[in-house]
């Protein structure tokens, strides 16, 4: 058998060690104890041996499945560490809620089944979602609350235990169960834990939420009201909710990110997804939640068109949801005062209901009118804050890198399928070492398939191209598809039959062009879904490498953003697939035609193969400017994880700037 020759050889060595030292500048580019390298790499495993075997960490794995890692996990770290308080709070916060890392594929499968209906996408995706996590919450309400009293036992005097056992009596929000306690004596926890934290509104806040769910029924009448059902538990959320205003302070905070980070060292867990993990298990906005969820009640309350509350009533409601959002404002922690999601608007909806009260009475207050004027600038300049130190200046080459990133990557398993394809038919056919050789028509093959493919599933959906040309250009390749195929079997039957090939070239010729011409007339291309409509997932897809910013693209490439559109579209439409699927079909045309199958099946295997590692190569070298894109929001969760309070120290320091500046302005 000859040997491979020199030119397969120097082209896929030299292909190798252009990803070889890519993935040394990866590692290069990588922050120091950060996951990019780690991230990368596990994803460049997903792409390529995860087709035949399950690459997937335990946070992205069904519930069920983390369950069973970190119940084993679990075991084996507090066997090892049974006196060690922040271990066993942190065993709690894992058992508590799963990862949501499924969730994706869970959207993307529920998506295709309902068949892009948005409307039974999201009642069935929620039932599933709350199907999927049954068997983790039922685990939950034993093990978490056994382990958050074991860690109060082992440290009685730490506040942080007793704050996350409260904290974690109940299921968090929107999971199966999330209005139940986990513990039947939930009350008396709350009590004892309100002699060891003292002053702290977080247990008055979590008994209120509880006498909520009992003293009012949520089925509305006719009216469209909720009425009062047990009217001592009514009570005593009103009087919890004075008490709630009156507090010294709330504080919840993340009482167990170290025992977390000590945890999933301890388990081994992959570092790839370590964050991810740890995401799921942050608390501290819990308690804005329920400060926030505290007011909204008492404020739904106020706006009931029905006879329960009186004027009076009113007020007092209005006057105790106040005290509520006052004390979430300036007597508690970072996370809870700063949280531009519930807190800051909420707190708008509360004096807007204040001003709008006094309106109906009579007159609006002046303190009103400014405490609310204060609130609408709280809110903006919060909001504002936080995009522009969330933000990530990327320039237009960073943009540009990014798509073709995620293009290159959507090319990287299909190109392995059709390297694997072709080298089973060529181990079958011949093994022939000679046979490997790089020929241009394999090239020329690939590129006019991936080009078709970003004409049909890019340029189309991005409204580049007209439907009317989409529509000929289809026409037009079948016709010449169907020619070539034809006259290709001619030619390679002309001497086993008896005819003349003139007539049977003729023959071939007008049914190829006859019966594209008749299906398009007759049936239309719409039957097999021509012309592709725009996926709209691409806009998410566009948000992930940042918003464009239209000054900057124009300094790349005319019509930047539809550049940008058709590049995004090719992806989400799957254009990797077809393109390498177009490719497949161009070789089996040539193939007809040349007289040797083994070579021509050597030449694609080779070809594909040099095309997967340059795909490859490109990612490698794409992304360390991806790490410069997501490095801002990377280093914000990181630092968040190494110390809460200072995580809100720059939306602090860049409200005050904003401040500043609006006050020049004003001047």
């Keep these: 058998m000859k040997s491979i020759p020199r030119l397969t050889t120097w082209v896929l060595g030299l292909l190798l060690v252009v990803f070889g030292i890519g993935v040394v500048r990866m590692a290069w580019a990588s922050q120091s104890g950060s996951e990019e390298f780690a991230t990368s790499i596990h994803s460049l495993c997903q792409w390529t041996i995860g087709m035949i075997w399950d690459c997937r960490t335990p946070a992205e794995k069904e519930p069920d499945q983390q369950l069973a890692f970190w119940k084993a996990k679990i075991d084996r770290v507090l066997a090892e560490h049974p006196d060690d308080a922040e271990l066993h709070a942190a065993a709690a916060l894992i058992l508590d809620q799963p990862s949501m890392l499924y969730a ?23 039932d599933r979602l709350d199907q999927s996590q049954v068997a983790f919450q039922e685990n939950a309400s034993r093990q978490v609350p056994e382990l958050t009293a074991l860690a109060t036992q082992m440290a009685p005097d730490d506040p942080r235990w007793w704050r996350l056992r409260a904290i974690l009596l109940w299921p968090p929000r929107e999971a199966p169960g999330d209005d139940e306690a986990r513990v039947a004596d939930w009350l008396a926890v ?122 009076d009533n009113r007020r007092r409601l209005l006057e105790l949801s106040d005290g509520i959002m006052q004390l979430a404002l300036n007597r508690s922690d970072d996370s809870v005062r700063y949280n531009v999601g519930m807190v800051a608007p909420m707190r708008v909806s509360v004096l807007e209901s204040i001003q709008k009260n006094e309106s109906e009475n009579g007159q609006v207050s002046a303190e009103t009118a400014r405490r609310l004027a204060e609130a609408l600038e709280w809110k903006s300049r919060l909001g504002q804050a936080n995009r522009n130190v969330s933000k990530n200046d990327l320039s237009a080459s960073t943009k540009l890198v990014s798509l073709i990133s995620l293009d290159t990557v959507s090319l990287i398993k299909p190109l392995l399928l059709a ?20 020929q241009i028509w394999p090239i020329a093959s690939l590129g006019v398939g991936v080009g078709l493919s970003f004409f049909f599933f890019g340029l189309g959906p991005a409204e580049v191209v007209s439907e009317k ?77 940042g918003r464009l910013n239209p000054s900057a693209w124009e300094d790349w490439f005319p019509g ?91 939306v602090k320091i860049e409200m005050q700037r904003l401040a500043e500046d609006e006050s020049r302005s004003a001047l």
């Design 104 to 126: 994706a594929k869970l959207a993307s499968q529920t998506l295709k089944d309902t068949g892009g209906d948005t409307f039974h996408f999201s009642k069935l995706f929620f």
């Design 419 to 438: 390297t694997v394809f072709f080298t089973f038919l060529w181990a079958i056919l011949s093994r022939q070492a000679s046979q490997l050789k790089m």
């Design 190 to 311: 709350l009590d004892e834990a309100r002699v060891h934290d003292p002053g702290n509104a977080l247990y008055d806040l979590l008994q209120m939420r509880s006498l909520e769910l009992q003293a009012l029924d949520f089925d509305f009448d006719d009216k469209g009201d909720f009425f009062i059902v047990d009217q001592r538990a009514w009570d005593a959320v009103l009087e919890l909710a004075k008490g709630i205003g009156e507090a010294p302070t709330l504080t919840l905070g993340e009482p167990g990110i170290d025992g977390l980070l000590r945890l999933h060292d301890l388990a081994g867990h992959p570092k790839a997804t370590t964050i991810e993990s740890l995401r799921a298990r942050f608390v501290a906005a819990r308690a804005a939640s329920h400060a926030s969820l505290g007011a909204r009640q008492l404020l739904r309350m106020v706006e009931i068109k029905g006879d329960l509350p009186n004027q």
């Design 469 to 545: 040309a989409q529509h000929w250009c289809f026409t037009i390749g079948l016709c010449v598809m169907l020619l070539s195929l034809g006259a290709g079997v001619a030619f390679r039957m002309r001497y086993r039959f008896q005819f003349s090939i003139l007539s049977l070239m003729i023959a071939s010729t007008v049914v190829a062009v006859l019966l594209p011409i008749i299906i398009h007339w007759q049936l239309g291309w719409e039957s097999i879904g021509l012309p592709i409509q725009a996926n709209a997932s691409s806009n998410t897809t566009l948000d992930l490498v």
């Design 560 to 650: 930047h953003a539809k550049l940008a559109e058709a590049m995004t579209q090719w992806n989400v439409n799957d254009g990797g697939y077809w393109g390498v699927g177009i490719f497949g079909v161009i070789a089996a045309v040539v193939c007809v035609w040349r007289k040797d199958i083994a070579d021509s099946i050597g030449t694609l295997t080779v070809t594909s193969l040099a095309a997967f590692l340059l795909s490859m190569a490109c990612w490698a070298y794409c992304e360390p400017t991806n790490y410069a894109g997501s490095r801002a929001t990377q280093m914000r969760f990181e630092g968040y994880i190494r110390n809460v309070d200072d995580f809100y120290e720059p």
